[in-house]
């Protein structure tokens, strides 16, 4: 596959997308961007803003196998992974694999399961892999989960382990539509209290398994140059020297971000890397990896201004 058939391939996937989703065209391309270099991504925003439906509109876009996972207090491992189960018929064991067992997870309120549950996620994330009674069982090579949480509801919640935010590409934070926007939410869908289901609105497949894999292989050519990389690392190595932030992002954030910016660049139907599209990335790509300092955090900064002022110091190669 080239890379105007990449192109091509990814506004197929906006156009279906867009029959469900109103706006939200950046977060569509960071999914895209993310499914194209194989990441995952965390998308952070108010009930009501289409998180769970454009997890399930992106995902019916895709002739991939799609699971919903309902993230609870009380959801154990097991309820993941899966479990040894007796049949009493057989008098054995088998084994019942767990709904992680997909290629397109939706990790729906990610944050309202204890930690040692939100952890059974961690090997298969990073690993395309998971242990299940003691053996090692493989995922799909195009496993990816995109999670969302809700930022607004603290009581009942558990914060992710830095362990488990570094897994994701991508921590996105959805914002409220605008006017015109919510106008035309409401007048699509006001007739019914019930989400929409996207199959229902017309979205069909149109990227399979194949295609996918050879947008990916496609992707990991794309030219990134010397210059870019540079840039790359100094953004990277600036997160470590700022005093607002008191953690900074490891050389495997700068990794990952290169490979998202050669996915973004394909998006747009070129095989080479601009510094613009590091620029787009940086942020949702280290706003996750950052701990701010306390007096930053007691002077009531954040880490998106942080990481703002690191990008518009930084030069841009030319």
Do not use: W
Not at 34 to 46: D, K, R, T, V
């Amino acid at each position: 596959m080239n890379i105007g058939e990449i192109k091509n391939l990814a506004a197929g996937l906006r156009q279906q997308i867009s029959a469900a989703i109103i706006g939200q065209a950046d977060t569509i391309d960071l999914m895209l961007t993310a499914l194209f270099c194989g990441g995952h991504i965390l998308l952070e925003g108010p009930p009501g803003t289409a998180k769970t439906l454009l997890a399930q509109s992106f995902s019916a876009a895709l002739a991939l196998e799609f699971r919903r996972i309902q993230f609870t207090p009380d959801l154990m491992p097991g309820d993941i992974v899966g479990t040894n189960v007796f049949n009493f018929q057989t008098g054995a064991f088998s084994v019942s694999r767990g709904p992680i067992f997909c290629e397109i997870l939706l990790a729906d309120e990610i944050n309202r399961t204890p930690p040692k549950t939100q952890a059974a996620l961690l090997e298969a994330m990073q690993e395309r892999k998971v242990t299940l009674d003691g053996k090692t069982e493989a995922l799909s090579e195009r496993f990816m989960v995109i999670a969302t949480e809700n930022p607004i509801e603290q009581q009942g919640t558990y914060p992710l382990p830095e362990a488990q935010l570094d897994r994701f590409l991508f921590k996105h934070v959805l914002r409220y539509p605008d006017e015109a926007q919510e106008r035309a939410i409401v007048a699509a869908t006001g007739s019914s209290v019930r989400m929409p289901d996207p199959k229902s609105l017309g979205i069909v497949p149109v990227a399979d398994r194949a295609s996918i894999n050879a947008a990916i292989a496609a992707v990991s050519q794309a030219t990134l140059t010397d210059p870019v990389i540079a840039y790359i690392v100094s953004i990277v190595r600036a997160t470590r020297e700022t005093p607002d932030i008191s953690h900074g992002a490891s050389p495997r954030s700068a990794a990952m971000l290169a490979a998202a910016a050669r996915a973004r660049a394909a998006l747009d139907g070129r095989d080479y890397v601009i510094p613009d599209d590091v620029k787009t990335l940086a942020l949702p790509a280290l706003r996750h990896r950052l701990v701010l300092s306390p007096a930053a955090e007691i002077d009531g900064r954040r880490i998106d201004d942080a990481v703002g002022a690191i990008i518009q110091r930084i030069e841009a190669p030319r």
